[in-house]
C-alpha cells in the first residue's frame, strides 16, 4: 500500500527575534533624547508587538520569567500612558462636530485649553525625567537579554498555538460580556486582547499560516475601531470633571455617546465575524499546527 504524502508544515515564525527587534527599536527610540509625540506612539507600538510575542512563548518561558518580562514591558509603556493620552485627547476633541451653539463652542475652547496644559504638563514631566527614561532603557534591556537565553527551537507550534488560543479565549470570553452590558471596562480588556491577536497574526502571516493574513487585517481595523471608542471614553471622563455650562457639558456628552454608539455598534460585527470560532479550532487554523 503506497503511504499517502503529507506536505510538511511550514516553520513557524521566530516570535523571540520579533520580540527581541522591537525591544531594540524602542530602546533605540528612547536614547535619542526628547520624545516627540510620534517616538511616543511607535514606542509603545514596539513594546505591545513584544508582549504580543511574549504571550506567544508563555508556555515555554514558564510563568515567573512570563510574568518579570512582561511586567517590565507594561511599566515602561504605562510610564509614556500620559502623554500618548494628552495628545490623542486634543485631536479626539478635535475631532467632534464644530457647528454647535456659541456656549458649547466657547466651552469645548475651555476644554481645549485645559486639556492642552494638561499635555504641556506631561510632556515637561517626560522631558525632565532623564532617570525614569535610562529606567526604562534597562529594563527593556534586560528583558531583551532574558530573552535570549534557550533555544529557538522550543517555540514551535504547539507552544504557537496554546499562546494565541489563550488571547483569543480572553478577548472571545470578553466580547460575550461587551454584548451583555457594553461597560467600559470590557470594552477597554477587548482593545486590549485584540491588539495582541492583531500582532500575532501578523507573525503567522508570514509563516501564511492558515489564513492568518486575511484574519490580521480585519483584527487590525477592530483595534481601531475600539481604540478610537476608547479615546471617546477618556475625554467623556474629561468633559465631566471640567466646570462647564451644565447645557454644554450635556451637549457634548451627547455627541461623544453618539459616535461611540456608532463606534461599538460597528466594532461588535466585525468582533462576531473574527471571534466566531471556539478558541481551540481557531488556534489550529491560524497556527498551521496539527490537530
Request: hydrophobic share 40%.
Amino acid at each position: 500500500m503506497t503511504a499517502q504524502y503529507r506536505a510538511p508544515l511550514p516553520c513557524p515564525p521566530d516570535v523571540r527575534h520579533i520580540a527581541r527587534q522591537s525591544l531594540a527599536e524602542a530602546m533605540s527610540l528612547l536614547e535619542r533624547g526628547p520624545l516627540s509625540d510620534r517616538a511616543v506612539h511607535a514606542v509603545r507600538k514596539e513594546l505591545k508587538r513584544a508582549r504580543a510575542m511574549l504571550r506567544l512563548m508563555r508556555a515555554a518561558l514558564g510563568e515567573n520569567a512570563y510574568q518579570r518580562d512582561n511586567a517590565a514591558m507594561r511599566d515602561v509603556a504605562r510610564a509614556l500612558g500620559e502623554v500618548r493620552d494628552s495628545k490623542v485627547l486634543l485631536d479626539t476633541l478635535q475631532s467632534l462636530p464644530t457647528r454647535t451653539p456659541v456656549t458649547v463652542d466657547r466651552s469645548r475652547a475651555e476644554l481645549r485649553t485645559r486639556l492642552r496644559r494638561e499635555r504641556e504638563r506631561s510632556r515637561a514631566a517626560l522631558g525632565g525625567n532623564g532617570t525614569s527614561l535610562r529606567r526604562s532603557q534597562k529594563s527593556l534591556r534586560s528583558v531583551r537579554h532574558s530573552l535570549s537565553r534557550g533555544p529557538a527551537d522550543r517555540y514551535d507550534w504547539r507552544v504557537l498555538r496554546q499562546g494565541v488560543r489563550r488571547v483569543y479565549g480572553r478577548a472571545r470570553t470578553t466580547l460575550g460580556r461587551v454584548r451583555a452590558h457594553r461597560a467600559a471596562e470590557d470594552l477597554h480588556e477587548l482593545r486590549k486582547q485584540t491588539k495582541y491577536l492583531w500582532h500575532q497574526l501578523e507573525a503567522f502571516a508570514t509563516s501564511d499560516g492558515g489564513g492568518a493574513r486575511s484574519l490580521a487585517a480585519a483584527t487590525h481595523r477592530l483595534s481601531d475601531l475600539l481604540g478610537d471608542e476608547h479615546n471617546l471614553t477618556v475625554l467623556r471622563g474629561k468633559v465631566l470633571q471640567a466646570s462647564l455650562a451644565p447645557s454644554a457639558q450635556k451637549r457634548l456628552l451627547a455627541r461623544i455617546d453618539a459616535r461611540r454608539e456608532r463606534l461599538i455598534g460597528r466594532a461588535l460585527v466585525l468582533a462576531r465575524r473574527i471571534f466566531r470560532d471556539p478558541p481551540r479550532a481557531f488556534a489550529a487554523r491560524v497556527t498551521a499546527a496539527p490537530r
